[in-house]
Every structure is written in C-alpha cells, then in structure tokens.
C-alpha cells in the first residue's frame, strides 16, 4: 500500500530514501502543501495518522483529497491549535477522529500483541526505526523535555538519574 511520509528535515528524507521509501516531503520544504496535494491527489490519499498535531494539521488538511480521515494521535505539536476553514468539512468531506493502539483489537486480545511484538522484534533493529538521541532530561524536566527541538530530528531522552 503506497503511503506518503512526511519528514522534518533533509537528512530525514535522505535516510528513508536509503531504505528504499519513495514517497517522503519535507514539511519545511517551500513548496511542501504544493507537493503533498500533488501526491496525495496522485496516489488517492484517504487516510492520514497523524502524530503530530497543531500547525502541521493545519497545513495538511487543504491539501487533501474529497473524503479524507485525519485520525490524530499523537501531541508532538503541543498547545499549537489545529485551524482549518470549516468549509473543508463540506467542500471535501473530510472527517477528524481520534486514534489510540490502545483501544486496537490487537492490544485488546493476548495473542494477537503477543504475536505482533514478535512480528516487531525484527524490524526494530532497523535504521530506519531508530531514534536518534538528542539530549537527556530528568523526570523533573518533563516540560523542558516536551518543549526541546532539534533541526536534525535528535529526540529528547528522560533518563533516571
């Protein structure tokens, strides 16, 4: 199944394109909403997970095709709010939901998490999956954790001290 990742940075780009994913854009890109339509309209997108909410939301949603999900999950994009005309709910039909691995059917039953994690435990290793390490921050310093940016893609790490 095509999908379209959506990536902060040009080295991010450049490593997926290294592992063979074609269709990657660079959300800081000039002509990122130009390219995202494109593709998205090209490859009849239907459904967006997106993690990150906030701006990057708002970006997104008009340039999506008619009868598209946004299922959100994730609050990387913290207090930003997510802002879009209410005409794209008409004019595209497009449908915002919630989505947690939590409420999944997968997670739900014992077997099938025990047999998805076992599917997980080869791939995790891979390049592609890992986090690159930005800085580490105590328990303490959840809020300046949650607040820490880096232009390389580095995450923020909470370590036990």
Do not use: C, W
Not at 49 to 55: L, M, S
Not at 115 to 138: H, V, Y
């Amino acid at each position: 199944m095509p999908a379209i990742f959506l990536v902060r940075s040009l080295a991010a780009q450049e490593s997926l394109q290294r592992h063979d994913v074609e269709h990657v854009i660079v959300t800081a890109d000039e002509n990122f909403e130009t390219r995202l339509g494109g593709l998205a309209a090209e490859l009849q997108t239907t459904a967006v997970f997106d993690g990150v909410g906030g701006d990057l939301t708002s970006r997104i949603a008009p340039n999506l095709p008619v009868n598209s999900t946004i299922y959100i999950y994730g609050l990387l994009g913290g207090a930003t709010p997510v802002s879009f005309p209410s005409t794209l709910f008409l004019t595209k039909n497009l449908v915002v939901k919630r989505f947690s691995n939590f409420e999944s059917q997968t997670v739900k039953n014992p077997a099938k998490l025990t047999a998805a994690l076992k599917e997980l435990e080869g791939l995790i290793d891979e390049p592609m999956f890992m986090t690159r390490i930005g800085s580490e921050f105590a328990f303490e310093q959840i809020s300046e954790a949650m607040n820490y940016e880096s232009r390389s893609g580095a995450k923020a790490i909470l370590v036990a001290h």
